[in-house]
């Protein structure tokens, strides 16, 4: 197994998809250590931009001829095929070739490490952990699967021993990475393309779980039916749960809604020492009061005070495209988000509802083939708490379009299900013409979805 610690400072590192939001942080992670490190991507974007900023050499397009020979070790991420042609080049010439996360799992080693797994929320979890530790003057290490507006990257290069990283389920590597602290938020039915069955996804988790040190602590949400079932297979002695249900180890009450600021207590015992916390949010969804509540957990086990606690979260702003605002205009209120999988959808949709004084109108690129067509029931039945729906073409992810495909019908069974109007326009061009004539004052247009419809709702309002 290869051994980063073997790899002197003058030996370089190329990533193949480095512009990836992983790949892009352990290429910082490494430069900050002392790597030579460089990498390639099909296009640029923000993230290789902010490479080359970093003074990390980046080249647009794989081509075999990116491998060098002062290159020592490719590093390659889980969109990257054998077939790709760096790949191919490093493996003739003998170089070390590792994929995404057994770099992560070394980079990991010398670290005290907190993981946040889960189908939904880890991302935002894994955030909020890491903005309650780095209130004192220590910060740990984070990778987070997205930009975080606390420092404005995917990553912060720590001053301390700790390291919280977002461990992705998606293509089973998460069981790999060692760790002291590991969360999860939920299990949902996705990624089947690479588990082949709810079972497989389930067995993962737990082996996820199972892979904390002796001493270590899974924090697992209760009040998940998935999640409590397979807790049941955790070895750690050390579980905690949370959750609205009163045999939860950690358990939320008195959840009040004011103004779009969640009031909430959370109340239990950890290490023998019983609390009691009031904490109060600025992040819609009663989805991030369990996000919440998994990050002061582990705040509290890191013997964060339960005043900072309060304080971090309160004053927590977010991730990227998690309910981000782009701007308002004429009266309407445009946000863009992630979500990709028909429940965050729907708590999304839901969270709109209660914030607009008009009317909801969503705009959803679909994310995979795969995926719209092994949850077309759920998809078709996410969209109820929305006045009006855009349907965009499937970004397709590099995935094969399905020819079982028809949009025509998706349209009518989604009007069935969620009784909405939808529309579906393949020109994204034509959004604008649509939203000038459509949308009104008071009303919230809100796009959705984990493809590139970030850059089309950019270019949209920039062009209102």
Request: net charge neutral; with cysteine.
């Amino acid at each position: 197994m290869f051994n980063i610690n073997k790899l002197s400072k003058d030996q370089s590192i190329h990533f193949i998809g480095i512009g990836g939001i992983g790949l892009s942080a352990m290429a910082k992670l490494c430069k900050s250590m002392g790597y030579s490190v460089q990498g390639s991507d099909i296009v640029e974007n923000d993230m290789t931009r902010s490479l080359q900023e970093n003074n990390i050499k980046i080249f647009i397009g794989h081509n075999s001829g990116n491998i060098q020979k002062n290159i020592h070790l490719v590093v390659f991420s889980s969109a990257i095929s054998v077939e790709n042609p760096e790949f191919i080049a490093a493996k003739k010439a003998n170089i070390t070739v590792i994929s995404r996360a057994d770099m992560l799992a070394q980079l990991m080693k010398k670290k005290s490490c907190i993981c946040i797994s889960g189908t939904h929320g880890k991302t935002t979890t894994a955030s909020m952990i890491s903005w309650i530790l780095s209130q004192g003057k220590d910060k740990p290490t984070s990778i987070i699967g997205g930009i975080d507006s606390s420092f404005q990257s995917n990553i912060q290069i720590g001053t301390n021993e700790w390291m919280v990283v977002e461990a992705d389920e998606s293509d089973k590597t998460f069981i790999k990475l060692p760790s002291k602290i590991s969360v999860i938020t939920n299990i949902d039915y996705d990624h089947i393309e690479n588990y082949g069955s709810i079972g497989n996804l389930e067995d993962s988790f737990v082996e996820y779980a199972n892979n904390i040190q002796k001493d270590g602590y899974i924090i697992f949400c209760k009040d998940d039916r998935i999640t409590n079932k397979v807790s049941k297979n955790f070895s750690s002695g050390n579980p905690i749960s949370y959750g609205q249900s009163a045999s939860s180890t950690v358990q939320i009450k008195n959840i009040f809604n004011k103004s779009g600021v969640y009031q909430f207590t959370i109340e239990g015992k950890i290490d023998h020492k019983r609390f009691y916390i009031k904490l109060n949010i600025n992040r819609p969804g009663i989805y991030n009061i369990y996000n919440a509540t998994a990050a002061a957990i582990v705040g509290i086990l890191r013997n964060i005070s339960h005043e900072i606690i309060q304080s971090s979260l309160y004053s927590y702003t977010g991730v990227y495209r998690r309910f981000s605002e782009i701007l308002q205009k004429n009266g309407v209120a445009y946000y863009d988000d992630y979500a990709h999988h028909p429940t965050e959808i729907n708590q999304l949709l839901s969270s709109a509802k209660k914030l607009s004084s008009g009317r909801v109108i969503s705009i959803f690129q679909p994310h995979r083939h795969s995926r719209v067509m092994s949850l077309y029931k759920e998809f078709c039945s996410a969209f109820i708490d929305t006045d009006a729906l855009i349907l965009l073409p499937i970004y397709s992810a590099g995935e094969r379009e399905n020819s079982e495909m028809d949009y025509n019908k998706f349209i009518t069974d989604i009007n069935s299900e969620s009784k909405v109007e939808t529309q579906f326009i393949e020109r994204p061009e034509e959004l604008i013409k649509f939203i000038r004539d459509f949308a009104k004052p008071g009303d919230l247009v809100l796009f959705i979805g984990a493809g590139d419809i970030n850059i089309i709702s950019s270019k949209i309002c920039q062009n209102l």
